[in-house]
């Protein structure tokens, strides 16, 4: 049970989620720096649940995600499986292709029914993959402000209730600002209850309200565990460098991490080399540069 917004910018995206839980289930673990990836690594952030899996993170690439309950098809197969592996498991991909041609070769049987979120800004696309235990779909959106919604209760009253809100504060002079995004996630508009946008339901809450902010330099993660109407709140912030490539002269093809935290794929198909940085930051020595 989630709310997801997606605000473009000109120059990156924030992508914002409140986490619906049973309060019982226990805390999550705030947002931190991992590395993924088979062939090179890159730079993920995102918070973790119990199980180790996670709602939301974002990449080095720029790209982002968001995972939501799908209520609406039945239940044809009991779970055996969290739907928190799914980010980790799709978080180091570069581009929507990449995120289909995983997903469609993936055994998602025991999975739960999810729609996952993917934001690409170098497509300047919005992707949603949607799973009902028989078939993944996927659908481009495009990119303009937008809202996902689910609720336990029923998917389609979340959407329309939280929708009305959305409209109304889309006309708000600030609209689109991290602190316009943040009022709105604590709303309890119509009402403080299971539908408002800051849920509160006896034994499910709104858990905690996480950021992903994607400017061409950075992405940036702000965690604020609590409901976001209280305003004692703590706030969890993890940043990475957004991946870049610069060029340096390379004797021989390989690959590897060097010392720097940086990528290193030696001797491409131009006779140079490319590398890109994750958080860590430290001196650059005897590297010779000659381009970006």
């Known amino acids: ?69 799908w209520n609406g098809p039945g239940l044809m197969h009991r779970k055996t499986r969290s739907r928190g592996s799914l980010i980790p498991t799709l978080i180091s991909a570069d581009s929507s292709q990449d995120v289909h041609v995983t997903l469609s070769q993936m055994d998602l049987h025991g999975i739960l029914p999810f729609r996952l979120v993917g934001v690409f800004p170098t497509e300047g696309g919005v992707w949603e993959w949607r799973w009902d235990q028989t078939s993944i ?102 940043s990475t460098c957004r991946t870049f490539a610069s060029t340096v002269r390379s004797p021989r093809a390989s690959t590897e991490v060097n010392s720097l935290g940086a990528v290193v794929n030696h001797g491409e198909s131009d006779g140079k080399s490319t590398f890109c940085f994750c958080s860590r930051s430290r001196p650059i020595n005897n590297v010779s540069l000659v381009g970006r």
């Open 1 to 69: 049970m989630c709310t997801v917004t997606f605000i473009p910018r000109r120059e990156g995206y924030s992508l914002a989620m409140n986490r619906d839980e049973r309060i019982a289930r226990g805390e999550a673990l705030p947002p931190a720096v991992f590395e993924h990836g088979k062939v090179s690594a890159i730079c993920a952030i995102y918070p973790r649940d119990i199980e180790g899996g996670t709602w939301i993170g974002g990449s080095a690439h720029g790209v982002s995600f968001a995972l939501l309950n």
């Open 137 to 238: 779909e996927c659908e481009t959106l495009p990119w303009s402000p937008r809202q996902w919604c689910s609720s336990s209760l029923s998917d389609n009253r979340a959407s329309l209730i939280r929708r009305t809100t959305f409209d109304q504060f889309m006309h708000e002079a600030d609209v689109g600002s991290v602190e316009w995004m943040r009022r709105l996630h604590a709303s309890h508009d119509p009402g403080h209850g299971p539908f408002s946008v800051c849920v509160h339901r006896g034994d499910v809450k709104t858990v905690s309200y996480t950021e992903m902010i994607c400017t061409p330099t950075q992405v940036r993660c702000k965690y604020f565990p609590g409901s976001p109407c209280r305003s004692d709140r703590l706030e969890h912030t993890v």
